[in-house]
């Protein structure tokens, strides 16, 4: 069984600090994913990472693919409350399958106070 | 343009009785994934489709559990006898391709409580 890894599952922080979340495995993943879920609705994809090593920045939110494709990291700069929410790593792939199944880490629940 | 729908938005029903879900994916993808959501489990792998059929049926949890979907479109996912750990939200996701860098979509899900 493929499992992720995901920490810490709950953060509570002040708007303008920094965050990061985690999430590893022992498998080797050929893309890892991350989304963000409000209540009530499903997961809204926030980025792919493909390659070992990559980062990607999507505004104030950067995100790190390990080199050996096994774990990832969601960093959030001078988080605020709207960034309150699930966000939920999942990686794709796992085992050289071919087909985009996702395997998805137990979640992050971040909640930002004004 | 239309996202992924599913419905009922919510489903309450007695133990022992069979439940479907409907899961209508965007328009002109072929893969197609259903998921469910419980506090203890996470997001857990049901099963997916290529078109209509289903080469990985791995995440059902046991023979009560059956899914189709036909014209490469709509699917159902039925849960017969249900019991009250069938209680979860389910995902439905849909993709262009079944490739592991496609993206899905998901849909707002279909919460099912079984008392």
């Known amino acids: 069984t493929q499992l992720l890894e995901q920490s810490p599952q709950f953060l509570s922080i002040q708007e303008g600090e920094n965050l990061t979340v985690y999430c590893n495995s022992s498998s080797v993943f050929s893309s890892l994913q991350w989304y963000r879920q409000e209540p009530g609705e499903g997961p809204v994809l926030l980025v792919t990472v493909v390659t070992g090593g990559e980062v990607k920045k999507l505004k104030r939110l950067t995100f790190q693919f390990g080199d050996a494709r096994k774990d990832s990291s969601l960093h959030i700069t001078a988080a605020q409350p709207g960034d309150t929410g699930l966000y939920l790593c999942a990686g794709a792939g796992a085992g050289g399958t071919s087909y985009g199944k996702l395997t998805f880490g137990q979640g992050t629940i971040l909640t930002v106070h004004p | 343009g239309a996202g992924v729908s599913q419905s009922p938005s919510n489903k309450v029903t007695e133990k022992g009785k069979d439940v479907e879900l409907r899961c209508d994916p965007i328009?002109?993808?072929?893969?197609l994934y259903w998921y469910r959501q419980s506090l203890g489990q996470g997001l857990e792998f049901l099963i997916y489709f290529q078109g209509n059929s289903a080469p990985d049926k791995s995440g059902l949890p046991s023979d009560r559990f059956s899914a189709e979907r036909t014209g490469g479109s709509v699917s159902t996912l039925t849960i017969q006898r249900t019991q009250q750990e069938d209680s979860a939200v389910y995902l439905c996701a849909s993709s262009y391709s079944t490739g592991s860098s496609y993206e899905q979509y998901f849909g707002p899900g279909t919460r099912l409580t079984v008392t």
């Open positions: 328009s002109g993808h072929t893969a």
